[in-house]
């Protein structure tokens, strides 16, 4: 079962009851649930407040957290000031080394809902280079991750 199905990966946020056609990732969010469970519940936390990355970071690696994605979304600083930018900067820097030092991958998107919102893949790469990651072995990385996450779902009921 492969072609068209294999290049898209839904963002769902349970388990469906029966099998879809398509791979998935379940995505939950720190403002939905408390993380105090050892158990694959989510396969990406968005972080919706970054106020309090440190203490969802160390309640991941109390908990052993390895291999889920953390996201953090373009969406959520457009209308920030320029100090809340530079606070957002220094968040991503600090999640992505605990990302790299315990098996997790750090997710930026542009959490776009509307056309206006979309990121071009130079701007991308831009603020990836500002936060210290070199884009090549982000992509690289990331593309890695969803296709070894997302195929654990795939054709499973």
């Known amino acids: ?11 769902l946020k349970s388990k469906p009851k029966k099998s879809p ?3 998935y990732l379940l995505v939950n969010s720190d403002s939905e649930s408390i993380i105090t469970s050892k158990l694959p519940v989510f396969d990406i936390l ?16 109390k908990l052993n957290r390895i291999n ?10 457009r209308n920030s000031t320029s100090s809340d930018v530079g606070k ?29 919102e979309t990121i ?3 701007t991308f ?5 500002i936060c210290d990651i070199d884009p090549n072995t982000y992509w690289t990385d990331l593309e890695k991750w969803i296709e070894i996450k997302s195929g654990v779902y795939f054709g499973t009921s």
């Open 1 to 11: 079962n492969s072609g068209f199905n294999d290049s898209l990966v839904l963002r």
């Open 21 to 23: 056609f398509f791979k």
């Open 46 to 61: 968005y972080l919706t407040q970054l106020n309090n990355y440190k203490t969802i970071i160390k309640q991941l690696k």
């Open 68 to 77: 889920i994605g953390i996201e953090i979304k373009i969406r959520d600083i």
């Open 88 to 116: 957002w900067i220094k968040s991503i820097k600090d999640i992505n080394k605990f990302c790299k030092l315990n098996d997790n991958q750090l997710i930026i998107s542009s959490g776009a809902e509307l056309n206006y």
């Open 120 to 122: 071009s893949g130079k």
């Open 125 to 129: 790469d831009a603020l990836l280079g």
